[in-house]
């Protein structure tokens, strides 16, 4: 392979890549400019305040919006879309809405270059984490759309026709409020009523009840709970909400602002007790450590499981299987009392919002973004995203004359139990990282496979959010 | 002619040179710039914070588990891959019966069995990934249903929920992927290996064993260095990346058996907002590929054997 011209080989490429090294620096001057973007002001002009304008939108204005296409898909905005541009004729052509499953890939390039879309559905596997956007001043506050008059009453704010709790969970400890979420989910237990009439049984409102009922599944081959193992973050939809249950809401409080030894309260050791006796007993369907969330949702509703956590998306996600068996009558349960000492009664439920909507700070044109999230909290776009998702919105009420599904009459029904108890625990938009990993994955997995006890799990779970709280890289929140 | 030579070769190489510089070291710089900061890549906004990122990795249980199990399939998968691609190449083409005229030949139907092999490297990453995601499926999976059918329903693993084994079922998945290749690639260097080598040995006595241990191997030598290298990469990025994201519990669980540092450096950048700290991550992983390849170099530094 030897050369033999006075050009050696191996000279060369030396030599060639000597050069690349003198190269390097130069570019170093090319990387600064990488993350920087224009910082110029490019938003466009106000329009007209007016009646019918409260946000002053500018009539001509383009608009250009992102919407998550998950469990409920992009219709709805769409059709909102077409009522914004009734208001705003002037607009036709130069809207734009484009929706994507991977939003944070789609969308990090445009925040870091300054030119975000004026509205974002920022939902999702892809979702961008709300406390650096926050810390880092990227979004707009919505006070002055929650200050505006409702598209249907211009007598009440916009603020005044929302669900309890839903501004609040969009605020991080200040007045303003950055995110506005525009569905409302039910979590919990969610059963096939049909399946327990099989049984003749009734949803069971206390744990030994709960128990008892499993016992008698499991003689005729079902399991009396499923859940999906490679997602175990999914037991807290019926877990939290059964700590509140048994030791008051402080306890959930106590853990989302991450109190020292706030897992150690009696509450959360019973909860967990509660549910490691189901995988000890053999109440948990085999293999649900592996399942995913679609696979373990299908074993649920063939009949395999009477119960399974999760939260209201399941009826639209799960809709194929479900409409297999026209007995199914699907339905959600609040956790069991587990003793007659529990701090709060039985129906205390976890809702809360979810599909969270944010207006960027440096969006072109944030009051048309804003005037778009208007349009959809009136009653005419909300009653549109009830029909085609089952699910239900931040708007209160506006399920007036129609006919829901069985899952969200359910829904309904169980709210309007629940009364004043519901919890809305916030480690899971407050520190992702640690809710769906470490306490999911790490711990509340592994003790439902039986590899850790609730002791175990509880002292793991313990060390993690002490680890989050000592962590200078992750913004903290109190609540 | 020795005068101007550079100047002369420098005139050829200023566009590549440049392009080279843009593509592949600008990026490598950026990304060490970038560890030193605390960008989130949410936000153009970010300052220096010196070596805090890589003060953060000593203390990083997370950090530690994936650089193990990364290390754990850079020193495995090759070794797996690389073996069984070598023992099918064999029998395919070496290692068959001696029949008539034909010095040497492959197994019968060894035609055949080079498109089955081949056949997983037409499936995307993603798909293999799946398709061995529903085979472990512990509830109606193929793997338990063939444990019931023969008797054996007590084994009931739950695959890839179990983290003694998770990492042990991707790998077997990546390995399936990619062993085709490397039959079709050593094949082909089997090939050129001139046949009087064998008639000679098999003259003298040869076994199996002795001939491929005493002439292919030395002969594919270089082969399989190339290859060794090249799943050892593979095992590093993307590859893995793809197999533990689609089918691993969390992903990169359960209690992070199976988390990979290009995960970590995933998850880090697209879920936590912490885009300074993942490149220091990165930055790191760049470390081990670069030891990795200068090692197997060097280890694998041998007289070349022209033929």
């Known amino acids: 392979m030897g050369s033999t011209s006075a050009f050696n080989r191996r000279d060369l490429v030396k030599r060639a890549a000597a050069l690349g090294i003198v190269a390097v620096p130069a570019m170093g001057v090319l990387s600064a400019c990488a993350g920087g973007g224009s910082d110029s002001d490019n938003k466009v002009e106000k329009g007209k305040k007016s009646a019918k304008n409260p946000l002053a939108v500018n009539e001509t204005a383009g608009l250009d919006v992102v919407i998550f296409d998950g469990g409920f898909g992009d219709k709805y905005a769409k059709d909102a879309q077409s009522e914004y541009l009734k208001a705003f004729p002037k607009a036709d052509g130069k809207v734009k809405l484009s929706s994507t499953q991977k939003i944070q890939s789609t969308l990090q390039p445009r925040f870091n270059g300054g030119n975000p879309p004026d509205l974002v559905d920022n939902s999702g596997a892809e979702q961008m984490d709300f406390g650096t956007l926050v810390a880092k001043d990227q979004l707009t506050d919505l006070s002055t759309l929650l200050d505006a008059p409702s598209v249907d009453d211009p007598n009440k704010k916009v603020r005044d026709t929302l669900r309890p709790g839903v501004v609040e969970m969009g605020q991080f400890g200040g007045k303003e409020t950055w995110i506005l979420y525009y569905a409302y989910t039910v979590y919990g237990v969610w059963y096939s009523k049909g399946n327990l009439k099989k049984l003749d049984a009734e949803y069971p409102e206390t744990w030994d009840e709960m128990l008892a009922l499993c016992a008698k599944a499991k003689k005729k081959g079902v399991a009396g709970w499923t859940y999906p193992g490679k997602y175990p973050y999914y037991l807290p939809f019926s877990l939290y909400p059964f700590i509140a249950k048994i030791g008051g809401a402080e306890v959930l409080r106590k853990i989302d602002n991450l109190e020292p030894n706030a897992w150690k309260d009696p509450a959360v050791k019973a909860a967990f007790d509660a549910y490691y006796e189901l995988y000890k007993k053999g109440y948990v369907l085999k293999g649900s450590p592996g399942l995913d969330h679609l696979q373990s949702q299908k074993a649920w509703a063939e009949g395999k499981a009477l119960f399974i956590p999760n939260g209201s998306w399941v009826e639209n996600e799960s809709a194929k299987q479900i409409a297999q068996n026209p007995q199914f009558d699907l339905a959600v349960g609040a956790p069991s009392s587990l003793s007659d000492s529990d701090k709060m009664p039985y129906g205390t439920i976890w809702a809360s919002g979810g599909e969270p909507y944010i207006v960027p700070r440096k969006a072109r044109n944030a009051e048309g973004g804003m005037e778009l999230l208007r349009i959809m909290l009136s009653k005419k776009s909300a009653q549109n995203f009830i029909r085609q998702v089952s699910s239900l919105t931040s708007l209160n009420g506006g399920t007036e004359g129609l006919k829901l599904p069985p899952g969200l009459a359910s829904a309904q029904v169980a709210l309007e139990k629940a009364g004043q108890n519901i919890v809305n625990p916030r480690l899971q938009d407050w520190y992702v990282a640690l809710q769906k990993e470490r306490i999911g994955v790490g711990a509340l997995g592994e003790m439902m496979a039986g590899r850790l006890t609730p002791d175990e799990a509880i002292k793991k779970i313990q060390k993690y959010a002490d680890d989050t709280r000592d962590d200078s890289s992750v913004k903290k929140y109190k609540r | ?307």
């Open chain 2, 1 to 307: 002619m020795k005068h101007g030579k550079y100047r002369f070769i420098a005139g050829f190489l200023v566009l590549p040179l440049a392009i080279y510089a843009i593509f592949v070291i600008s990026p490598f710089v950026q990304a060490i710039y970038y560890s030193l900061t605390d960008w989130t890549g949410l936000s153009p906004d970010m300052k220096m914070v010196g070596f805090d990122n890589y003060a953060r990795l000593f203390q990083d249980e997370v950090f530690w588990s994936a650089v193990g199990n990364s290390v754990t399939l850079l020193l495995l998968l090759p070794v797996v891959t690389l073996s069984l691609g070598l023992f099918f190449a064999f029998m395919l083409n070496v290692g068959g019966r001696r029949r008539k005229k034909a010095v040497i030949g492959g197994v019968r139907g060894s035609g055949a069995y080079k498109i089955l092999y081949f056949f997983p490297q037409v499936l995307s990453v993603p798909i293999v990934a799946l398709l061995f995601q529903f085979a472990y499926n512990p509830e109606s999976g193929a793997l338990n249903a063939f444990f019931d059918a023969i008797g054996l329903d007590g084994v009931q693993p739950d695959w890839l929920g179990d983290p003694q084994i998770a990492l042990w079922c991707v790998m077997a998945a990546m390995v399936w992927a990619n062993v085709g290749f490397y039959v079709v690639l050593f094949s082909a260097g089997m090939s050129s290996i001139p046949k009087d080598f064998y008639e000679a040995a098999l003259l003298d006595g040869a076994n199996r064993f002795n001939t491929f241990f005493r002439i292919t191997l030395p002969l594919l030598w270089d082969t399989v260095q190339t290859g060794w290298i090249y799943m050892g990469i593979l095992a590093l990025d993307v590859s893995a990346f793809a197999f533990v994201q689609i089918m691993s519990v969390g992903p990169g669980g359960p209690d992070y058996s199976t988390e990979v540092l290009p995960l970590y450096v995933y998850q880090k950048t697209f879920r936590d907002g912490q885009a300074g700290y993942a490149t220091a991550i990165g930055v790191s992983l760049l470390i081990v590929t670069l030891v990795f390849s200068a090692v197997v170099m060097r280890l694998g530094r041998r007289e070349r054997l022209e033929f």
